[in-house]
């Protein structure tokens, strides 16, 4: 029973990478490549060779991918899975085959960076959840911070920059910054796919009346509260710091608690985009 629920999870999860490879394969043939919009990555740098040799993107893809997987391996260690190698072959065969059949949804730059951007940050997202990667400026700048004094993310930065520099000179610097816009709206989905929509509140709460706003919000809101031992550094003081995560429409509610037993409370609210457990979803 438990080797069958393993294999169903390892097959499950190369079937999510799949997925988030063909998603991000669509927003690639349909609206980046066809409007010479280069994104950054293996993905960039291949649209910007197509055009210049008419080599083809997928094999292009392939042709940077392996490689540097191969010496990534070699230099940095397993890191990168049989998962990343399955998503950068996959990610190289499917932009091939929708090119065959690929006509343009808009020739307009502007939507085709946003909605290239969307669908493929969408793609890029499932496959990173599901644990895997479509390779290319992941592993280069892995590379990069080995050997410099950077950090690996701003070698990702350098090493698409390069790629949107390289895009600006040969297609122009207005579709640079295209390409810049869609980098942008790529990365923003991707974390929305990655840590979900922000759908909860955090709130630190320090006041000398903790213990009847805890009260409070157990009680009103059916809501757990965590309590933390805290100390100010200026008065030298020890102090209760209480954590509660609530849903949006009810931090009206907690700042109301709050002000109700203790007006000079000091009351922190911050986004959450996921929480997992009891009184929210499941682990």
Request: proline fraction near 3%.
């Amino acid at each position: 029973m438990k080797r069958d629920l393993k294999i169903g999870k390892v097959v499950g999860g190369y079937l999510g990478v799949l997925l988030g490879v063909i998603i991000t394969a669509l927003g690639l043939s349909f609206f980046l490549i066809p409007n010479k919009i280069a994104a950054g990555g293996a993905s960039g740098l291949a649209t910007v060779v197509y055009y210049l040799t008419g080599f083809p993107v997928g094999v292009t893809m392939l042709v940077l991918n392996v490689p540097l997987f191969i010496l990534s391996w070699r230099v940095i260690g397993p890191m990168f899975g049989a998962k990343t190698l399955f998503g950068s072959i996959t990610i190289s065969l499917f932009v091939d085959l929708f090119g065959q059949v690929a006509v343009p949804v808009t020739t307009d730059p502007l939507l085709s960076a946003i909605y290239g951007g969307v669908i493929s940050g969408i793609g890029l997202g499932l496959a990173f959840r599901y644990g895997g990667s479509t390779g290319g400026t992941d592993m280069a700048a892995q590379l990069v911070a080995r050997y410099f004094p950077i950090s690996v993310g701003q070698a990702l930065l350098v090493v698409d920059g390069f790629v949107i520099v390289l895009a600006g000179i040969a297609f122009g610097p207005e579709l640079a910054l295209y390409a810049l816009l869609a980098v942008f709206v790529t990365t923003k989905v991707i974390d929305l796919v990655q840590e979900g929509q922000s759908y909860a509140k955090a709130a630190l709460i320090i006041s000398d009346a903790s213990d009847s706003i805890s009260e409070a919000i157990m009680e009103q809101l059916d809501r757990g509260v965590t309590s933390f031992d805290g100390k100010g550094m200026f008065t030298q003081s020890s102090r209760e710091v209480l954590f509660v995560i609530v849903s949006r429409v009810e931090i009206a509610a907690v700042k109301e608690i709050v002000r109700k037993f203790d007006d000079r409370a000091f009351l922190v609210i911050a986004d959450v985009h996921e929480v997992l457990g009891e009184g929210f979803r499941r682990l």
